[in-house]
Nanobody, 115 residues
């Protein structure tokens, strides 16, 4: 079992920045994928970015250039640096952890961008 704890959400003005963190604990193996998804009100959950334990990243096209995903393998923690935030970035951001076919989600952290 793996537990995920997200932090860093909050209220920010348009054009501002936030950094989300997600710490994983439990039975963690060296090979895994961590990442971020988001769900805005009335919309489906969508990919933001993922990063493998080897450091390979994948971004949704609309996030490229503004968002940066990174991780600290020693701390089993993934980060999402979000810059130039827009009101349409308002959503609950969820951390996702995948290893050997098993999938875990965090409870989410709310990001609100005011115009």
């Amino acid at each position: 079992q793996v537990q995920l704890v997200e932090s860093g959400g909050g209220l920010v003005q348009a054009g501002g920045s936030l950094r989300l963190s997600c710490a994983a604990s439990g039975r963690i193996f060296n090979i895994n994928v961590m990442g971020w998804y988001r769900q805005a009100p009335g919309k489906q959950r969508e990919l933001v970015a993922t990063i493998t334990s080897g450091g390979s990243t994948n971004y949704a096209d609309s996030m490229k250039g503004r968002f940066t995903v990174s991780r600290d393998n020693a701390k089993n923690t993934v980060y999402l640096q979000m810059n130039s935030l827009k009101p349409e970035d308002t959503a609950v951001y969820y951390c996702k952890f995948t290893q050997y076919g098993l999938l875990y989600w965090g409870k989410g952290t709310l990001v609100t961008v005011s115009s």
